[in-house]
């Protein structure tokens, strides 16, 4: 029994040598900082639309705003268009290039939205995007009510 007891003593003696002893170095702690997405605010601003009726009668078409804006960098855009009177349904998109009001009513900026919102009932309008850097135009357009329409709109992007 005394031989065991030893016998065990020194086993447990020769594991714990193994688990420790001896001199050790400090560990080494990674860390990675993931950055943070910023919100950034593009342009913000007015705008206003003659009723339909009045701007087809007068120029051929619904009225339209156009609101250019450059992005640096590429981003995920999100933007809002606001108005006045829930009686009126404005629509909104984004166009490739800089565009003016008159540039867009002549097809300068294309036909084709790179995303659009065409909502009868959404009160604001909004629409998110992921987009590249460059020139791009905000359209306000289709005041579709009895009424003038004036409103806000507000562009971010995060990055």
């Keep these: 029994m005394k031989k065991t007891a030893v016998g065990c003593a020194l086993l447990l003696a020769g594991a ?23 919100r950034t605010l593009v342009g913000q601003g007015t705008w206003q639309l003659t009723d ?5 009668r007068t120029i051929g078409f619904p009225d339209i705003a156009g609101v250019p804006f450059t992005l640096g960098a590429a981003g995920t ?13 404005i629509d909104v998109a984004i166009f490739p ?17 790179i995303v659009q919102s065409l909502s009868t009932t959404a009160k604001p ?12 135009t905000l359209v306000i357009a289709s005041n579709v009510g009895n009424s ?3 409103g806000t709109f507000a562009i971010f992007v995060t990055r």
Excluded: K
Excluded at 52 to 56: C, R
């Design 77 to 89: 855009v999100d933007l809002t268009v606001d108005w006045t009177f829930r009686s009126n349904d």
């Design 125 to 136: 309008e909004t629409l998110t995007r992921q987009l590249s850097a460059g020139s791009y």
């Design 16 to 38: 714990l040598a193994g688990c420790g002893g001896g001199s050790s170095s400090p560990s080494t702690v990674t860390t990675t900082t993931v950055p943070v997405a910023q």
């Design 148 to 150: 003038a329409e004036a």
């Design 97 to 113: 290039g800089s565009c003016n009001s008159t540039q867009l009513l002549n097809l300068v900026c294309g036909t084709t939205p």
């Design 52 to 56: 339909s009726d009045t701007a087809i």
